[in-house]
């Protein structure tokens, strides 16, 4: 079993509705990132998190430290966020990003 | 700020050959990490470095890979006498404290390996 699982792994959506993407983690962390990837591109950090709730433009992420899961939410999505968008949590005991496999997201307009 | 820099974006090795990587991470930033990203995988922890100190190996194949993060320039990613395996996207990541500020990647470089 991976240490960080992602979910969906593919999710196609029509512009404007709400995307959630799921991660959990088996690990004890420091924290855990959310990252966007575009087909040949780099890698963009979107959020950094080790409590709570953070919000940019149309982006939110959230995190249950009790719980081991994290959230990704996109409103009033459009197609320019697609992309593939990854989890990745820093462990408590070394320094290595463990990175999820990514949830491949496509807006259609 | 120029960010992350990563060169080149793409490169082409014949088997056997060496492939040099090159990263320059943010200015001010001491902290460097280097991934891989096999075709259609997540990325994968290779080697943390800090100045002229490599933290963290574990990551790295045991042969023909190595790291370099010297006092002056950038930090090296080399593999030696390259095989199609090798053939992936490399990531750098630079921070000035990752634990606070996070990480920033450059845009990787493509190996090709034919």
């Known amino acids: 079993k991976n240490e960080v699982e992602q979910s969906p792994q593919n999710l196609t959506a029509q512009e404007g509705e709400f995307i959630t993407i799921n991660c959990s983690y088996s690990?004890?962390?420091?924290?855990l990132h959310w990252l966007q990837q575009h087909p040949g591109g780099g890698i963009v950090s979107l959020f950094m998190?080790?409590?709570?709730?953070k919000k940019h433009g149309r982006l939110i992420a959230t995190i249950n430290i009790q719980e081991k899961h994290s959230s990704l939410h996109i409103t009033a999505s459009h197609p320019r966020d697609s992309a593939v968008y990854i989890c990745a949590v820093d462990m408590d005991s070394n320094y290595q990003l463990i990175w999820g496999a990514g949830t491949k997201l496509i807006i259609k307009p | 700020n120029a960010g992350v820099m990563q060169n080149p974006r793409h490169l082409v090795r014949r088997r056997g050959q060496e492939a040099r990587l090159r990263c320059s991470p943010m200015k001010g930033h001491s902290h460097v990490y280097w991934y891989r990203q096999l075709p259609e995988e997540g990325l994968k922890f290779m080697v943390y470095?800090?100045?002229?100190?490599?933290?963290?190996e574990s990551g790295m194949p045991k042969e023909r890979f190595s790291a370099e993060f010297p006092k002056e320039g950038p930090s090296i990613l080399r593999i030696q006498q390259v095989v199609r395996g090798d053939s992936a996207a490399y990531f750098c990541?630079?921070?000035?404290?990752?634990?606070?500020?996070?990480?920033?990647f450059g845009s990787g470089t493509r190996l090709t390996v034919v």
């Open positions: 998190l080790s409590s709570g709730k």
């Open positions: 990541a630079s921070s000035l404290d990752p634990l606070v500020y996070g990480y920033t």
């Open positions: 470095l800090q100045k002229e100190n490599i933290i963290d």
């Open positions: 690990v004890g962390i420091s924290a």
